[in-house]
C-alpha cells in the first residue's frame, strides 16, 4: 500500500514537471507612450522608467504641484529612486 502510494506521488510529480516544461510563453506587445515636449521631460524619462513606465504617469489624474511633489518625494525616499534634488525640481514642473 505504501508503495502504491509513493508510485503515484511520484508519477504524480514527474508528471506535472513534464507539463509545466511544455507550457508556450507569450510575448506582449510593447507599448510605449509619448510624453509632452517640455523642460524636465528627459529627466521624467530617464527616471521614472527605471520603476515603471510613462504610460503610469499619463493614467494617473491632474495632480496639483503639491500633490506631485509629496509623489515624487515618496518615490525618492520610500522607493529609493537616485534623483538628485535638481532633478526632482524639474521632474515635480514638468508633471
Not at 40 to 53: D, L, Q, T
Not at 54 to 77: C, E, G, H, L
Request: hydrophobic share 40%; charged share 20%.
Amino acid at each position: 500500500m505504501k508503495g502504491t502510494i509513493i508510485l503515484t506521488i511520484v508519477v504524480l510529480l514527474v508528471g506535472g514537471f513534464s507539463f509545466a516544461a511544455s507550457k508556450h510563453s507569450i510575448n506582449l506587445p510593447t507599448i510605449q507612450t509619448e510624453l509632452k515636449a517640455g523642460d524636465g521631460r528627459e529627466k521624467v524619462e530617464a527616471y521614472c522608467n527605471i520603476c515603471h513606465s510613462t504610460d503610469y504617469i499619463t493614467m494617473q489624474p491632474r495632480f496639483s504641484k503639491a500633490q506631485w511633489t509629496a509623489t515624487v518625494n515618496r518615490m525618492i525616499k520610500v522607493f529609493g529612486c537616485p534623483v538628485n534634488e535638481d532633478d526632482a525640481k524639474k521632474i515635480i514642473n514638468y508633471l
